[in-house]
C-alpha cells in the first residue's frame, strides 16, 4: 500500500519535502494529511483537542490572510492550520524553547518557512506583534487547569501544555482582542466541566461567543471538549447577539462509541482536517 493510502482511503493534500528525520527521543507523527510533526517521545504530543479547535477556528473564518497561535506548543494547531489554508501566513508565540525548536523542525519538514514564523515570547507580553497587522483568525489552545490542582508530568515540557504556569485562559482571550483584525475571530478549545470559566474569558476580553461546539470524547459520557468562536463585541451591531440568538449550537460531536469505535458523527471532522475517517 502506498503512502498515500490507507485502509482504502486516500491521504489528500500537497505532499512536503521532508528531509529532516527523528534525533534521539523525538517522534515524527502525521498530522493533517501529508503532514508531519516532530515530538518528543515522552513530552508533550499533540491531542485531538488541537485539530478540533484548528477545523473549528478555519470552519468559522474560512479564508484568513493572517493567522495567529498563542502559546502554540509544538505548532500542532498552527501547522493544522496552515495546512487547511494554504494561503494564510501562520504567526505563533511560545515560552518553551523545546518546543520552539521542534515546531521549526516540523515546519522546515513541511515546506512551510515561507509563511509560517515562530516567535519565542510570552503571549501575556502587551507588545507581541507590536507595529504588525493585526489577525483574521487568533488560536488559542490553553492549559485547562490551575497549577497545584492536578499532578504534573514528569517531562518539564509538557506541565505547561496541562497547567497553568504562564497564564490562563482570560490571558488567551485577552491577547487575541488585543490581535484581532476588524470582525476577526478567536477560536478556543476548553474542557466542558470549566465552560463557565471560558466564557467569562471571552466577556471580559470585550469578545461575544458567535458559536460553540461541544464534543463529548466518548457516547453516553458527559465530559469533554467545548470549542469556541467569537470576535470582539465592538464589531457587531448592538443588540446582535439577543437578535441572532448567540450563541449558535447545534448538537454534540461525539467522538468514539461505547465500544470504541470511531463515532460517525465525528467521521467528516477527520476527514475535512486530512485523518482517515475511521469508520
Given at each position: 500500500?502506498?503512502?498515500?493510502?490507507?485502509?482504502?482511503?486516500?491521504?489528500?493534500?500537497?505532499?512536503?519535502?521532508?528531509?529532516?528525520?527523528?534525533?534521539?527521543?523525538?517522534?515524527?507523527?502525521?498530522?493533517?494529511?501529508?503532514?508531519?510533526?516532530?515530538?518528543?517521545?515522552?513530552?508533550?504530543?499533540?491531542?485531538?483537542?488541537?485539530?478540533?479547535?484548528?477545523?473549528?477556528?478555519?470552519?468559522?473564518?474560512?479564508?484568513?490572510?493572517?493567522?495567529?497561535?498563542?502559546?502554540?506548543?509544538?505548532?500542532?494547531?498552527?501547522?493544522?492550520?496552515?495546512?487547511?489554508c494554504?494561503?494564510?501566513?501562520?504567526?505563533?508565540?511560545?515560552?518553551?524553547?523545546?518546543?520552539?525548536?521542534?515546531?521549526?523542525?516540523?515546519?522546515?519538514?513541511?515546506?512551510?518557512?515561507?509563511?509560517?514564523?515562530?516567535?519565542?515570547?510570552?503571549?501575556?507580553?502587551?507588545?507581541?506583534?507590536?507595529?504588525?497587522?493585526?489577525?483574521?483568525?487568533?488560536?488559542?489552545?490553553?492549559?485547562?487547569?490551575?497549577?497545584?490542582?492536578?499532578?504534573?508530568?514528569?517531562?518539564?515540557?509538557?506541565?505547561?501544555?496541562?497547567?497553568?504556569?504562564?497564564?490562563?485562559v482570560?490571558?488567551?482571550?485577552l491577547?487575541?482582542?488585543?490581535?484581532?483584525?476588524?470582525?476577526?475571530?478567536?477560536?478556543?478549545?476548553?474542557?466542558?466541566?470549566?465552560?463557565?470559566?471560558?466564557?467569562?474569558?471571552?466577556?471580559?476580553?470585550?469578545?461575544?461567543?458567535?458559536?460553540?461546539?461541544?464534543?463529548?470524547?466518548?457516547?453516553?459520557?458527559?465530559?469533554?471538549?467545548?470549542?469556541?468562536?467569537?470576535?470582539?463585541?465592538?464589531?457587531?451591531?448592538?443588540?446582535?447577539?439577543?437578535?441572532?440568538?448567540?450563541?449558535?449550537?447545534?448538537?454534540?460531536?461525539?467522538?468514539?462509541?461505547?465500544?470504541?469505535?470511531?463515532?460517525?458523527?465525528?467521521?467528516?471532522?477527520r476527514?475535512?482536517?486530512g485523518?482517515?475517517?475511521?469508520?
Amino acid at each position: 500500500m502506498s503512502e498515500a493510502a490507507f485502509k482504502g482511503w486516500t491521504r489528500p493534500g500537497r505532499v512536503p519535502p521532508g528531509g529532516l528525520e527523528p534525533e534521539s527521543g523525538e517522534t515524527l507523527d502525521h498530522l493533517c494529511g501529508h503532514f508531519r510533526i516532530f515530538q518528543y517521545a515522552k513530552g508533550h504530543r499533540f491531542s485531538g483537542d488541537d485539530i478540533l479547535v484548528a477545523w473549528f477556528g478555519t470552519t468559522r473564518c474560512p479564508q484568513p490572510r493572517r493567522i495567529a497561535d498563542l502559546g502554540s506548543g509544538i505548532g500542532s494547531v498552527g501547522m493544522a492550520a496552515a495546512w487547511r489554508c494554504s494561503g494564510a501566513e501562520v504567526h505563533t508565540v511560545e515560552a518553551q524553547a523545546i518546543s520552539v525548536r521542534l515546531a521549526r523542525k516540523s515546519a522546515a519538514y513541511n515546506g512551510l518557512l515561507d509563511r509560517y514564523h515562530i516567535r519565542e515570547g510570552d503571549l501575556r507580553d502587551p507588545q507581541l506583534f507590536a507595529g504588525e497587522p493585526p489577525f483574521d483568525l487568533v488560536f488559542a489552545s490553553p492549559p485547562y487547569w490551575p497549577l497545584g490542582t492536578r499532578v504534573e508530568a514528569s517531562h518539564p515540557q509538557a506541565v505547561p501544555a496541562r497547567l497553568e504556569v504562564r497564564g490562563h485562559v482570560g490571558d488567551y482571550a485577552l491577547a487575541a482582542a488585543r490581535l484581532l483584525a476588524p470582525g476577526g475571530v478567536f477560536a478556543c478549545v476548553f474542557p466542558l466541566d470549566q465552560s463557565e470559566r471560558a466564557e467569562r474569558a471571552y466577556r471580559e476580553a470585550g469578545l461575544l461567543i458567535l458559536q460553540r461546539q461541544d464534543v463529548l470524547f466518548k457516547e453516553d459520557e458527559p465530559y469533554g471538549l467545548a470549542l469556541y468562536a467569537g470576535s470582539r463585541k465592538t464589531d457587531l451591531p448592538e443588540g446582535f447577539a439577543e437578535a441572532a440568538e448567540l450563541p449558535a449550537q447545534g448538537p454534540a460531536i461525539t467522538i468514539r462509541r461505547r465500544d470504541g469505535r470511531v463515532h460517525p458523527s465525528i467521521a467528516l471532522v477527520r476527514l475535512v482536517m486530512g485523518f482517515p475517517p475511521g469508520l
